[in-house]
């Protein structure tokens, strides 16, 4: 019982100060945001993927690098956590490493994800106004979207709770996701089909989980997808436990 | 009952031993204080008791339970207040509060309970709704002690609890500390500037000096140990070595440019001491206090070691870093 009050109050405060932080809410909706308008309008004027425009093609990649991008970082708060000690009342609680780890995962996630819906919100504006032809989303598609991304999310917000906990200055941190957050959006197929691609390039975006995240959501809101919904989403449920586990372990072993 | 016991308590960094082979013990209800100039090795200690560092060497029990096997057992029984802020700023003074009392299991009528009883005590009742990054550092320092006392646990150590609050505030919270060691049966461990905090609270108290602990003993034990008055002389020129034969002198110490001298009886022997050491701009007679035992002990005054940076410049210095 205990440790359920403790996860709750970790997800509480987290969600809490997010909220309370407009300026992370507006910046996490402003940069998606470019991105769809003038990549995705600018090279949608000329590129289309299996007669669907580039717009609607790189939506599920957008999604998936806002989920990306705001998952890792969350792993900056807590070394800010650290720096500003509040990090000490909470080791120092009668809860467990695994607990609070856990706290911090819900914590993170409902940020992101919430972040996420009001992207599924413009895309459902932009669907009906005709701005991204051939985008479909339906109930289902959106379900099983947001179930893709929910479970990727844990991963992403592992890793990032798994750098932060090692680590004292922000800075570093920052330095270090932006080597992590890149390569893993740019080989994710975010912005381009995995389909036919040049020999050397194809492991790199075979071995990244990320891969199968867009490639789910794209398959189940378009049609375009390289591997089976069923295996994508094997694959992306693998990783986040994976990464649950280090990251349990790295916070049963963080030192102050 | 001894409920902490400490055995060989170890802690080396790098380059120095931070905390050198402590034995320690402690009863059930008493007050302990820990004193000792900055870099003693106190708040050390303190990390490691409350499981947050662990020891190079040694152990430690408290309530029975072991700091390095069964560090979740030793959190249930311990509560503590950090010399440093730890509390979310963005979050309002009540908020962080209720997340401490969810952080440990409190039911929810005794927590809100409790959250007005600390609330009042520490006299932030009015700005309770008001986020802590409006807090200045006095209150901050403040919530920090609220919610240390609001889970009433077995054990409550305190690390420079008062640092930077103004006597009255000072004198209300010990007021409830006391209450709560009398009332609960409490434990409770603190580290201090303070002397006559600490000479007027404290069942008994070590002095830590290096890593070490250099003596141990009730604030009274300890004050008669020095044996008798101080007294206190002021002059352009001593003739130190006529004093050094005055049989009934026990020490001569320098003290802040001036000479104390202790001994018994005082007022008996001061017209021959005056007569000794020739003319004299002031003196004073006093008993001793506990700066006199720190002093004696140490070589050195406490008040010559003042915490690296106020608590408040510290409070201010993490709001401008987030």
Known sequence: ?256 | MNIIEIKNLTKKFEKMTAVDNLNLEIKEGEIFGLLGPNGAGKTTTLLMLVTLKPPTSGTATINGFDIVKQPDKVRKSIGIVFQDPSSDEILTGYENLKLHGWLYDMPDELREDRIKEVLKLVDLTDRKNDRVKKYSGGMRRRLELARGLMHHPKILFLDEPTLGLDPQSRDHIWKYIENLAKEKNMTIIITTHYMDEADKLCDRLAIIDKGKIVVLGSPKQLKNDLGGDIIRLKAQTLDLDALKKLPYVKEINPCDGEVCLTLENANIHLQEILQTVGTIDSVEIRSPTLDDVFLHYTGRAIREDTPEGSWAEKAMNASEKK
């Open chain 1, 1 to 256: 019982m205990s440790e359920i009050k403790g996860i709750y109050a970790l997800w509480y405060r987290e969600t809490k100060v997010f909220l309370r932080e407009r300026s992370r809410v507006i910046s996490s909706i402003i940069n998606p945001l470019l991105w769809l308008l003038i990549i995705g309008g600018g090279l949608g004027s000329a590129v289309s993927f299996s007669g669907i425009n580039y717009q609607t093609f790189i939506y599920p990649g957008i999604l998936i690098q806002t989920a990306l991008f705001s998952s890792v970082f969350f792993g900056v708060y807590i070394v800010w956590d650290k720096k500003i000690d509040f990090m000490k009342e909470v080791l120092v609680a009668p809860m467990r490493r695994t607990s609070i780890f856990i706290g911090k995962i819900l914590g993170g996630s409902t940020d992101t994800l919430l972040q996420v819906l009001i992207l599924f919100v413009i895309g459902i504006i932009f669907m009906i106004g005709g701005i991204m032809p051939g985008l479909k989303l339906t109930p289902f598609s959106v379900l099983v979207s947001l179930a893709f991304l929910l479970v990727t999310t844990v991963g992403l917000v592992s890793i990032g709770l798994i750098l932060g906990s090692q680590m004292e200055s922000p800075e570093g941190f920052q330095l270090i996701i932006s080597f992590l957050i890149f390569p893993l959006f740019f080989l994710s197929g975010a912005l381009f089909p995995i389909t036919n691609l040049p020999g050397w390039l194809a492991p790199l975006i075979l071995a990244n989980p990320v891969t199968y995240a867009v490639d789910g959501i794209r398959g189940v809101m378009m049609g375009i997808s390289r591997f089976n919904l069923l295996f994508d989403f094997t694959l992306v449920c693998l990783f986040a436990l994976v990464m649950v586990l280090i990251g349990t372990y790295a916070f049963k072993k963080m030192k102050l």
